[in-house]
Every structure is written in C-alpha cells, then in structure tokens.
C-alpha cells in the first residue's frame, strides 16, 4: 500500500481568490492556468497497520502540527473513498522554495491525491482526481492536469461539478516561463485567510466575482487560437484586478515588495519598445513572466541583472501529474 507521485505546480493566467463555501473549498470562480514544467513535489504514501497516526515529512522535516493534521483530514477523503482506516507515512520533497507564492499547496495536494489514491488502491478518473485534490487546495484541482487547464464554476452544492479539465496539452503552444525570485521569505497571509479577508471587506468583491466568467470565456479564444497579445492583455487583467481585490481588502493584503513593483515596470518599458513579454503574480512577490516559445531564455540575463532580483528560473509547460515506479 504504497506509492509515489509527482505533480508540478501551475500559475493561473485567470485568477481565482474567493470561495464559495470555505468547507467543501469551492472556488467562487472559475480559473485558467498552465502548468509549469521544472518545479515540482515529489510525495510517496505509505499506508501501514502499525502507525497510530498519520506522519508528514516535508522538505526533509517532520511537517508542523497544523500542517499535519491538515493533510491528515485531507487522507480522511481517501480513506473513506477506499474504505480502509490504516494512517500513513507522507514523505513530500518539493524541489523549489516552499510557501512564498510559487504555488506549493498545487503540486504538494495533487502529487498527495494521486499518490494516495494509488496507494489505497482506488481507481478513479482524472477528473475524480481533481474534485478530491481541489478539497485540499483550489488550485491543486488544476496541477492534476498538464498544459492549460481551466477550473470549472460549479454549481452543486456538494462540490460534484467543481474540478479542472485541461484545455490543451504542453505541446499544443510551448510557451516559456521566467520566474522572477524577489524574496525567500514565507508569505504572511495564506490564500486561504486572505480569501475569507477578501469576501468580507473588499468593496469591489462581487464585481470582481461577476467579471470572472468573461475573462474566462476570451481565455480560452486566445489559448485556442494562440493569441499572444490577447493571452499576455488578459492574464495581466486578471493579475492586477485580483491585487486590486487585495489591496482593497481590510486589513489590505498587500503581496507585493520593491522589486515587484520595478520588474513591472521593467516589463512595461519592454513592451513599449516592441518585445512581447507579459507577467503574472499570485499571493506572494515573485513574478512570473510569459514568453512566446524560444523567446525566454534571451530575456532571463536581463532580469537576472537587475538589482533585488535574488534568482531567474527559466521553465516551460509541463505536464499531467502521475505515479512514478521508484
Ligand atoms: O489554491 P490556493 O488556496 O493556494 O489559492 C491560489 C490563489 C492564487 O494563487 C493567488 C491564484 C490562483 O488562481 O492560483
């Protein structure tokens, strides 16, 4: 009862922030993202009669208590699933900085439910998959899937029709990704606190949950037709309206530092000068900046120079989380 997966983190070009019911964990959005190829978790689960609880290694570390206990309840969905009540050793290595805005809680829950799945012996389709992996973290529901994925709006109050269906697979438009570090500190506020900050006191909330399906709508156009300019105008919309969303919340949550701010700036001047390059930027500082294919690799010495950037990773798409024999 044994097993280990790999899942890889993704970035959302149409963001989600807010749920629409904080147990179930149902977005309160739709979102569209690609999954990204070099960053990823690797987790093995081991079931086993002779544990009284479960145990969580992460990034070498017996995991903290609350952390624990969270991918605890989580194992309590497959263990109902399965119909077994053994606990589990969780060994979890991601091989970039966890908690800082690169999306660790996508690649940490879905490498968990696929491994755990597999483990406990439960055969499920992918999109089974997503619904559990989504009732660890949202976005986690995505990084099942590889290449571009969008996160469905579901209805149902029991989450039934909330899950991720790709789009289009890695090799349908290899877009590149440079993913600009500006800080290695763990973020303050987590996704899940700043949503609920979000909901209760930001005033432009409900148009912010009103313009989503749009966004989502003329997303999926330009991926289908490889729009670069549309893709690059839409997931900026999407980026600064949700830090809008932030920034008008109460008390604000503010993700961004100096050299945030500067590598905006930078991206901008570029545009204006005719290179067509775009960025992203989640609940965390570092930002993430899209390239048409062969077009990364030239523009990473240039961010790699500028000062407070602490490190440049080039990546391109990546693809469906999965078992690995190891
Ligand atoms: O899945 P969570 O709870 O970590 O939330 C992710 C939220 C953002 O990264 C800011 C946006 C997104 O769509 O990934």
Redesign the pocket.
Same mark, same amino acid.
């Given at each position: 009862m044994k097993s280990t997966a790999i899942a890889h983190i993704?970035?959302?070009l149409v963001?989600?922030?807010g749920k629409r019911d904080f147990l179930l964990n149902l977005p309160a959005v739709g /979102?569209i993202?690609i999954t990204l190829n070099d960053l990823f978790t690797k987790t093995s689960v081991d079931f086993n009669t002779d544990l009284s609880r479960d145990i969580l290694y992460l990034n070498g570390q017996r995991a903290a208590t609350a952390q624990e206990n969270r991918v605890s309840n989580f194992l309590d969905l497959i263990r109902k699933t399965a119909d077994i009540k053994h606990y589990a050793k969780i060994i979890s290595n991601n091989n970039f900085l966890t908690g800082s805005?690169l999306?660790s /809680?996508?690649s940490g829950y879905a490498a968990l439910t696929i491994a755990a799945a597999d483990a406990a012996g439960i055969d499920i389709s992918p999109v089974k998959k997503s619904i559990l992996a989504r009732q660890g /973290?949202?976005?986690?529901a995505?990084s099942i899937f590889g290449g571009y994925v969008e996160m469905k709006l579901g209805n149902n109050p029991d989450g039934s029709d909330d899950y991720a269906i790709p789009i289009a697979d890695e090799n349908h438009w290899p877009l590149e990704v440079l993913i600009v570090i500006t800080s290695n500190d763990e973020k303050a506020i987590?996704?899940?606190d700043g &949503?609920k900050i979000s909901a209760q006191t930001a005033p432009y909330y409900n148009n912010w949950v009103k313009s989503s399906a749009g966004d989502i709508s003329q997303m999926r156009d330009a991926i289908t037709n490889k729009d670069f300019t549309k893709l690059g105008d839409l997931a900026e919309h999407s980026c600064l309206k &949700?830090h809008a969303l932030m920034l008008s919340s109460v008390p604000p949550l503010i993700y961004w530092n100096e050299t945030t701010m500067k590598v905006i700036n930078h991206i901008h001047e570029m545009r204006k000068k005719g290179t067509a390059v775009f960025f992203t930027i989640?609940?965390g500082p570092q930002i993430k900046l899209i390239c048409e294919p062969g077009n990364a690799h030239k523009l990473k010495t240039e961010f790699e120079n500028m000062s407070g950037v602490k490190k440049v990773i080039l990546t391109s798409l990546g693809p469906a989380a999965g078992v690995i024999e190891e």
């Open positions: 993704n970035i959302a963001k989600y922030w /979102s993202s805005g999306a /809680s996508a /973290s949202g976005s986690a995505r987590t996704s899940t &949503m &949700m989640d609940a």
